[in-house]
T-cell receptor, first 115, second 115 residues
Framework: DTAVSQTPKYLVTQMGNDKSIKCEQN?????MYWYKQDSKKFLKIMFS???????INETVPNRFSPKSPDKAHLNLHINSLELGDSAVYFC??????????????FGPGTRLTVL | AQSVAQPEDQVNVAEGNPLTVKCTYS??????LFWYVQYPNRGLQFLLK??????LVKGSYGFEAEFNKSQTSFHLKKPSALVSDSALYFC?????????????FGKGTKLSVIP
């Protein structure tokens, strides 16, 4: 009955590879997010989709591309992985965007290590 | 631009003593404020949020936070700390208005409760 799930939990890969991280929420939420947490635990928003529409697209390399096939899924594809991409990536979802509905619920994270 | 400051990297408190984790914010207009907790190797868990109304907000696990508009602060408190409260705590803010979707997080404060 996991609310927000991510796969894989751990991802170890070589520089230059392309990889994807999947996120699914079973909360019936309309809005989903991707965050990056660096080695110092700093948490920064990358993308957000509301009803499958991209609404937040922070300054991240265009090697990162989100894809939302439906409201319950938001996947993150990363091309040409670099050492600096090593981090923990968190998916989150919220019911909506209004202050009464914007509480975000986080997945367990995907620890990406680029060698 | 909105921002959050958590001035303490680490807070140590003895079990049974009251705890405070500090947070100040900067945002245009009335803020919406959040506290999240992250246990080791886990995702963030929502604790509480302030939207409007009573300045004292009660949340999960016995935590509460006090909104102080004049001091632009939203400190997290608990009357009696437990060892199991040891974790990383994040304060976050978003601004008012339909376009202010983005949640900005502080850098986190590590709470250690000593038995």
């Amino acid at each position: 009955d996991t609310a927000v799930s991510q796969t894989p939990k751990y991802l170890v890969t070589q520089m230059g590879n392309d990889k994807s991280i999947k996120c699914e929420q079973n909360l019936g939420h309309d809005t989903m997010y991707w965050y990056k947490q660096d080695s110092k635990k700093f948490l920064k928003i990358m993308f957000s989709y509301n009803n499958k529409e991209l609404i937040i697209n922070e300054t991240v390399p265009n090697r990162f591309s989100p894809k939302s096939p439906d409201k319950a899924h938001l996947n993150l594809h990363i091309n040409s992985l670099e050492l600096g991409d090593s981090a923990v990536y968190f998916c989150a979802s919220s019911q909506g965007l209004r202050p009464s509905t914007d509480t975000q619920y986080f997945g367990p994270g995907t620890r990406l290590t680029v060698l | 631009a909105q921002s959050v400051a958590q001035p303490e990297d680490q807070v140590n408190v003895a079990e049974g003593n009251p705890l405070t984790v500090k947070c100040t914010y900067s945002v245009s207009g009335n803020p919406y404020l959040f506290w999240y907790v992250q246990y080791p190797n886990r995702g963030l868990q929502f604790l509480l949020k302030y939207i409007t109304g009573d300045n004292l907000v009660k949340g999960s696990y016995g935590f509460e936070a006090e909104f102080n508009k004049s001091q632009t602060s939203f400190h997290l408190k608990k009357p009696s700390a437990l060892v199991s409260d040891s974790a990383l705590y994040f304060c976050a803010v978003r601004g008012p208005g339909a376009g202010s979707y983005q949640l900005t997080f502080g850098k986190g404060t590590k709470l250690s409760v000593i038995p």
